[in-house]
């Protein structure tokens, strides 16, 4: 069974910075595309950003590109989002998850293992 665990979530005024971080206990972490994605209360979960197994390949959902930025580093089996000047609709619960394949992939269905998430509280 796979953990993964979020972290970094909390309280940021509009217009900051935010970084959240996952960390994997998989072995073969640097086989798998990872992926964020974000829940804002009473809506569904979306897509945030993915990065595949080898960190050469991202895609970002529209709302975020250029903005946010996913990375990770596969020595420590760990995958971030650096949030930029942070909208008020970005508040959310974020899930870091990962991917059956190792290329990014943007549909929630590609993922199998989801960790519990963290939360991010927008000030404006």
């Known amino acids: 069974q796979v953990q993964l665990v979020e972290s970094g979530g909390g309280l940021v005024q509009a217009g900051d910075s935010l970084r959240l971080s996952c960390a994997s206990s998989?072995?073969?972490?640097?086989?798998?595309?990872m992926g964020w994605f974000r829940q804002a209360p009473g809506k569904e979960l979306e897509f945030v950003a993915t990065?595949?197994?080898?960190?050469?390949?991202?895609h970002y959902a529209p709302s975020v590109n250029g903005r946010f930025t996913v990375y990770r580093d596969n020595a420590k089996n760990t995958v971030s989002l650096e949030m930029n000047d942070v909208k008020p609709e970005a508040a959310a619960r974020y899930y870091c998850?990962?991917?059956?394949?190792?290329?990014?992939?943007?549909?929630?269905?590609?993922?199998?293992?989801w960790g519990q998430g963290t939360q991010v509280t927008v000030a404006s």
């Open positions: 998989e072995h073969s972490f640097s086989t798998y595309a």
């Open positions: 998850a990962q991917a059956r394949e190792a290329a990014g992939v943007a549909h929630l269905d590609s993922y199998s293992e």
């Open positions: 990065i595949s197994a080898r960190g050469s390949a991202t």
